[in-house]
């Protein structure tokens, strides 16, 4: 789910065409994992500061097509959840070390 500041962003036709654009130049292929790609990831995270930026989000170069579990990993990585432990780059659990 979107963060509130960029909703805009995500329902604007521009977004639109060009996910729509750059998943079907990447035969909607997961770049990750081979499987079916149904969002184009932004490799720059967006911020309230770049989201106007359309060299920054609506640049093919700076995109990634991935399937939702590749997605859920790039996000989840890193997250600190209970009891000391975080979510790896693979979504596996792992001992924080901090």
Not at 38 to 52: D, E, V
Request: aromatic content about 10%; some cysteine; proline content about 2%.
């Amino acid at each position: 789910m979107a963060q509130e500041w960029a909703e805009w962003f995500y329902k604007n036709k521009e977004w639109e065409a060009c996910r729509n654009g750059f998943l079907e130049s990447k035969h909607y292929i997961c770049e990750r994992c081979g499987g079916i790609a149904k969002i184009a990831h932004h490799k720059i995270r967006l911020t309230p500061q770049n989201i106007n930026d359309p060299s920054i989000t609506l640049n093919w170069d700076l995109l990634e097509a991935l399937c939702q579990d590749c997605h859920t990993k790039e996000h989840l990585a890193g997250k600190v959840c209970a009891d000391g432990l975080m979510f790896g780059v693979e979504g596996e659990l792992i001992q924080n070390e901090n």
